[in-house]
């Protein structure tokens, strides 16, 4: 059974940090592409960042540039998001999707919450 279950989300004050977790099962992470996506309330859900199959090539968001790290330890069936400097607009449901020529999976999304 293919799985993608997030964790690491919750409550953070501005500026401060998260460390966002997905970590596969019943596929082949290595041979999948991942991102992480979010959703704010009334709004569609975006990009935030990807990661190429091998971790060498990354892409970000414009909005989280220079804040948000995406990496992946292949070993252990795991994508990370590293979410520094957050702000209220970083408040959503942070999905991990897995991606490659056949198939597209997604996680069932943690929430994360940045007061000011």
């Known amino acids: 059974q293919v799985q993608l279950v997030e964790s690491g989300g919750g409550l953070v004050q501005l500026g401060g940090f998260l460390r966002l977790s997905c970590v596969a099962s019943?596929?082949?992470?290595?041979?999948?592409?991942m991102s992480w996506y979010r959703q704010a309330p009334g709004k569609e859900r975006g990009l935030v960042a990807a990661?190429?199959?091998?971790?060498?090539?990354?892409n970000y968001a414009d909005s989280i540039q220079g804040r948000f790290t995406i990496s992946r330890d292949n070993a252990k069936n795991t994508v990370y998001l590293q979410m520094n400097n957050l702000k209220p607009e970083d408040t959503a449901v942070y999905y991990c999707s897995a991606r490659n020529w056949n198939s597209h999976y997604w996680g069932q999304g943690t929430q994360v919450t940045v007061s000011s």
């Open positions: 990661i190429g199959s091998s971790g060498g090539n990354t």
């Open positions: 019943g596929f082949t992470l290595i041979s999948h592409a």
